[in-house]
């Protein structure tokens, strides 16, 4: 049921119920005036505050979030998360032993939902929220693959590196090691390959597994692009062409970062 026919049915209720609470109550003639009175001030009233209540909670219109999302202070908060992302990216291929090969960039700009009365997802708390992501692929040997995560390793260990991994990370260690056959499996000796490091809410590497020829796990082609809409909705991949097979069938093996979700632009209600 939609916002407004709830504000109708509010409003028909406290007109009923004034209705009903002045028709069957029999008072004298002076507390009846008095009360009509108070009746007659607070009725309008209660309506405004509803109808204010309701405009505060609808849905952000697709006007709106257009003209919001095309603001100065939105396409400045879009630049800026883009460069940072963009930046990262290119700080990998000038210091990691990884060659670049494709790059996936989503951004979307969605409007706030009606007010929530039941199941609260906190979509009602804004008039619009811009997220950006950006996905970046790499090829590299998989018969160096234990140097070149090492080098990964090694890149974050300089001062003010933007490569979230170096050799502090005992895991990281482990799984250089292990393409080294120096040991099992980092979580066990029966364990399956590892294809990821990760640290939460900078940056996770995944790579394809290397080991055996059956049922190895590889990194997925990136999922279709939106609706190129901007400034509502971007989605650039860089080169057009480009495959994550095409990178696999030229280097023998991808590695894929992730950049988490940034929500850059946020207007609350």
Same mark, same amino acid.
Not at 155 to 166: K, R, Y
């Given at each position: ?9 509010? +409003? ?16 004298? =003639? ?13 009725? =309008? ?9 309701? !405009? ?24 800026e998360a883009e460069s940072a992302g963009r930046s990262t990216i290119g700080a990998w291929e000038a210091e990691t032993p990884l060659t670049l090969g494709l790059i996936v960039l ?5 409007? *706030? ?8 997802? #906190? ?15 790499? #090829? ?5 693959? !234990? ?8 890149? *974050? ?18 799984? +250089? ?9 980092? +979580? ?5 390959? =590892? ?16 080991? *055996? ?26 080169? #057009? ?29």
């Open positions: 049921m939609s916002l407004t026919i709830w504000i109708a049915l509010l +409003v028909l209720t406290l007109i009923l119920t004034f209705v009903t609470a002045t028709w069957f109550r029999p008072l004298d =003639p002076r507390r009846e005036q008095r009360i009509w009175i108070r009746r007659a001030f607070r009725l =309008p009233l209660t309506i405004v505050l509803v109808l204010v209540l309701g !405009a505060c909670g609808r849905a952000t219109s697709e006007k709106t979030v257009r003209k919001l999302a095309g603001s100065p202070e939105a396409v400045k908060a879009r630049q989503e951004d979307i700009c969605i409007g *706030g939902r009606d007010k929530e009365w039941f199941f609260q997802t #906190g979509d009602d708390k804004y008039k619009i929220r811009c997220m950006l992501s950006i996905s970046a692929y790499f #090829g590299a040997d998989p018969r160096t693959v !234990a140097d070149t995560i090492d080098g990964v390793l090694s890149a *974050g260990d300089q001062t003010d590196s933007p490569i979230a991994f170096n050799h502090d990370f005992l895991y990281a260690r482990t799984v +250089v090691d292990y393409y080294r056959g120096k040991n099992g499996a980092p +979580v066990g000796g029966n364990a399956v390959e =590892p294809t990821q490091l990760s640290k939460a809410g900078t940056i996770t590497l995944n790579w394809d597994q290397v080991r *055996g020829e059956n049922r190895r796990e590889l990194i997925d082609e990136p999922r279709s692009c939106a609706p190129h809409d901007p400034p509502i909705k971007r989605c650039l991949k860089e080169p #057009g062409s480009t495959t994550v097979k095409d990178l696999r069938n030229k280097y023998g093996m991808v590695f894929k970062i992730t950049i988490p979700i940034k929500n850059y632009y946020t207007i609350r209600k």
